[in-house]
C-alpha cells in the first residue's frame, strides 16, 4: 500500500523555521509532480509549492522568497524549507502526489494525513 506521510510540523514562533518532509513508502516505481499544500480552519487548501520531477518549482505569491521545495526522487521524498514564518502561515499542511506508478496501480492526485503547522507571534 502506497502512503505519504508528513513529518516536521509544530511550534514556532513568528520569524522562525521549520522544515516539512514528506516520505513516500510502498511499492513505487515512479512519481510525477509533487506538492505541499495548505489549509487553515475555515479555509479552502490552497497550494503552498509544487516541484516537477525535473526539479521546476513554483509557488504561491504568499511563500515566494521564504519557503523552498525540494524533492529527491531516488528515495521519494519531498521537503518544505519555511523560513521567516508569519502569523498568517500556520495551517495543516499536506503532501501532495499528482500520480504514482506502484505495484499496486497507478494512483493520482494522492495526498497524506497532513502536518500542524503553528506559528506563534
Known amino acids: 500500500q502506497v502512503q505519504l506521510v508528513e513529518s516536521g510540523g509544530g511550534l514556532v514562533q513568528a520569524g522562525g523555521s521549520l522544515r516539512l518532509s514528506c516520505a513516500a513508502s510502498?511499492?513505487?516505481?515512479?512519481?510525477?509532480?509533487m506538492g505541499w499544500y495548505r489549509q487553515a480552519p475555515g479555509k479552502q487548501r490552497e497550494l503552498v509549492a509544487r516541484?516537477?520531477?525535473?526539479?521546476?518549482?513554483n509557488y504561491a505569491d504568499s511563500v515566494k522568497g521564504r519557503f523552498t521545495i525540494s524533492r529527491d526522487n531516488a528515495k521519494n521524498t519531498v521537503d518544505l524549507q519555511m523560513n521567516s514564518l508569519k502569523p498568517e502561515d500556520p495551517a495543516v499542511y499536506y503532501c501532495?502526489?499528482?500520480?504514482?506508478?506502484?505495484?499496486?496501480?497507478?494512483?493520482?492526485?494522492?495526498w497524506g494525513q497532513g502536518t500542524q503547522v503553528t506559528v506563534s507571534s
Open positions: 501532495n502526489a499528482a500520480r504514482i506508478v506502484s505495484a499496486a496501480g497507478t494512483l493520482y492526485n494522492y
Open positions: 510502498g511499492r513505487i516505481f515512479s512519481i510525477d509532480g
Open positions: 516541484i516537477t520531477v525535473g526539479g521546476s518549482t
